[in-house]
């Protein structure tokens, strides 16, 4: 049985896709799939599914609700399902048939950083598109609100556009600077305060015989980031920008 959580939740059993449609037991599951492996309480299960307002029986209305979801991941093929009580809650636990599609983005994640370490461009580029390639949405977006959930999406988020940033640094170095033009565009459009991107963009720019759309690119991170936080941008793209209007300089040319 595969779980998918970077996205909506969604189960894969051998050729069967389906999803849960009760709501509160969904939420249940999308917090013991995040804390899959470890002991998540009763009392963070209830809060999770019913915030600040749980009903007079929440505790047993919780028991309910996993008795429920152990029938629906149990099926008729499995002697036992994967969540079992253990105190004070209960605990998915993954393995074996059992897998979950955020574990195997951690693992691809994990081992993008290392091959960047080493210099490795093609290997980065190449784990750090799989791990993207496992991406169908926003995570769990119909499940946010609980303090499990919303953790996990923060850091899902985050290590997601780490994943694009070592990806593009490995496809600059490889000199697939025409390609990356215009995802790069896509990329500052929809976050105009993460300079890494934006560096990139000139850098691929530039590489690519645009200097005056580099530049340009330039004054409008400069904008924003004075519009938005009052600052200016930081110490690697004013070189960048130095070194683009000199038509010289060792960023230039270098692997990225």
Not at 16 to 42: D, H, Q
Not at 57 to 83: C, D, E
Not at 89 to 97: M, N, P, T
Not at 202 to 222: I, P
Request: proline share 4%; hydrophobic share 40%; glycine share 8%.
């Amino acid at each position: 049985m595969r779980f998918e959580i970077l996205g909506s939740l969604r189960i894969t059993d051998a050729d069967e896709v389906f999803t849960i449609s009760a709501p509160k037991v969904e939420c249940l599951l999308a917090a013991m799939l995040v804390r899959a492996g470890n002991v998540i309480s009763t009392d963070q299960l209830c809060s999770e599914i019913w915030r600040d307002d749980p009903p007079r029986r929440a505790t047993a209305t919780l028991h309910v609700y996993i008795s429920q979801l152990r029938k629906t991941l149990k099926g008729p093929s499995r002697a036992k399902g994967p969540i079992v009580t253990r105190f004070p809650g209960y605990v998915l636990e993954l393995g074996g048939e059992h897998t979950l599609d955020a574990h195997d983005f951690q693992r691809l994640a994990q081992q993008g950083r290392a091959a960047a370490r080493a210099g490795r461009h093609a290997e980065v580029s190449a784990l750090c598109g799989q791990a993207l390639s496992l991406w169908r949405g926003t995570v769990l977006g119909e499940l946010r609100g609980g303090d499990v959930v919303d953790e996990f999406a923060t850091w899902a988020e985050e290590t997601r556009l780490e994943c694009v940033e070592l990806r593009n640094e490995a496809d600059l170095a490889l000199g697939r600077h025409r390609e990356l033009v215009g995802p790069l565009y896509a990329l500052v459009s929809k976050h105009p305060l993460i300079e890494a991107f934006h560096r990139q963009l000139m850098l691929a720019l530039y590489r690519s015989d645009r200097r005056a759309d580099a530049l340009q690119a330039f004054h409008t991170v400069r904008s924003a980031l004075d519009r938005e936080l009052g600052i200016s941008p930081c110490r690697q793209l004013h070189e960048l920008h130095r070194e683009i209007l000199l038509d010289s300089g060792p960023a230039l040319t270098r692997a990225a």
